[in-house]
């Protein structure tokens, strides 16, 4: 679903709308990794911790990798992703 809406929008977005107008809730330790809880990435950040099988999680970061290299349009850091966004989300 996050991917679609990505791809969907591009740039327009920050995050899915299922979150209504609060920010998502990180663990303390979060913080220094993300400083902005309303952007895209947040919302994958934390489902990253909500699933718990490693390999269905891996399938998933590739397949939004591939998206996010075949859509060059899409502003990473617009949508909350750092450079490092990849490594946060495989480890």
Not at 11 to 34: E, G, M, N, Q
Not at 39 to 56: A, E, L, R, S
Not at 57 to 71: A, P, Q, S
Request: aromatic share 18%; proline share 4%; with cysteine.
């Amino acid at each position: 679903m996050i991917t679609c809406r990505l791809t969907q929008y591009g740039k327009s977005i920050k995050r899915p709308t299922f979150f209504a107008d609060r920010p998502v809730k990180l663990f303390t330790r979060d913080h220094k990794v993300i400083p902005y809880n309303y952007k895209v990435f947040t919302t994958v950040f934390v489902v990253k911790h909500m699933i718990n099988d490693n390999t269905y999680w891996y399938r998933r970061v590739e397949r939004l990798r591939t998206h996010i290299d075949e859509y060059t349009e899409v502003d990473k850091a617009m949508i909350g992703f750092p450079e490092n966004w990849y490594y946060l989300l495989k480890v």
